[in-house]
């Protein structure tokens, strides 16, 4: 369609090759993180970790035995230290949330629901690396005990939606492709294993609600 002068009045968003495209709505725009109460708190001196750096790299050093900390007070500072990308702040976080996990047992499920906004803010972000690092976590946090899994189900509303935004993120990479894979940084890929760990974890209702959030999800397992 054009003006009486001949200039073209059809949006550009229209004019590739012929074919009527949506304009772009930023879905997958990075977002800026509120700086978070992680760092705060490692700053002031209230964490009780230390950077140790020897032959084999960084690692933490824990000032007291991680069964005794308060699940219900740390484990969810340390998740709102996943927006974090500098060092040694994101280091700290992921490698603490590891060490919680794995030492925690019976005392991770009582504290699920406060590690849901954590989480979602995270992967709000829309920040490839903080995603892929949430996405890493949060397989970990669906096997680390008992019953984790089905706890987060009524939660998939607020996790699942970024993951049905970036689920198809290993498609036309280009050359970065084999680079992010030895680093298990595929988003795709990563989405894909996480929404099959949240299904096999998660009980019997579990993949109806990620077929509803993620409808392209397709199960490896046989559903009626």
């Not at 760092?39 to 991680?66: A, C, F, Q, T």
């Not at 920040?127 to 397989?139: D, G, R, Y």
């Not at 970990?140 to 993120?169: T, W």
């Not at 290993?170 to 099959?196: A, F, M, P, R, V």
Request: net charge negative; proline share 7%; hydrophobic share 35%.
């Amino acid at each position: 369609m054009s003006s009486p002068s001949g200039i073209c009045l059809i949006p550009k968003w229209k004019q590739d090759n012929g074919v009527t495209r949506p304009p772009p709505a930023g879905a997958t725009r990075v977002r800026e993180a509120q700086p978070s109460v992680f760092k705060k708190l490692y700053d002031r001196g209230d964490l009780p970790i230390v950077l140790k750096h020897d032959s084999m790299g960084n690692k933490i050093i824990w000032k007291v035995e991680i069964e005794t900390l308060d699940y219900h007070h740390f484990l969810p500072v340390f998740f709102d230290g996943l927006t974090e990308m500098e060092h040694p702040y994101s280091f700290f976080a992921y490698q603490g949330i590891r060490d919680l996990l794995e030492h925690g047992g019976i005392k991770i499920l009582p504290v699920v629901p406060q590690l849901i906004i954590p989480i979602k803010e995270a992967l709000n972000t829309r920040n490839k690396q903080v995603v892929c690092t949430s996405l890493k976590v949060l397989n970990r946090l669906v096997a680390s005990a008992d019953l984790v899994g089905e706890a987060l189900v009524p939660y998939y509303r607020h996790i699942l939606p970024v993951l049905n935004l970036f689920k198809n993120q290993n498609i036309n990479l280009g050359d970065g492709i084999e680079y992010s894979q030895q680093k298990h940084e595929n988003l795709g890929d990563l989405i894909e294993e996480t929404l099959s760990t949240l299904e096999q974890y998660g009980g019997d209702e579990a993949y109806m609600y990620i077929k509803y959030m993620v409808p392209t999800y397709q199960s490896c397992q046989e559903h009626p």
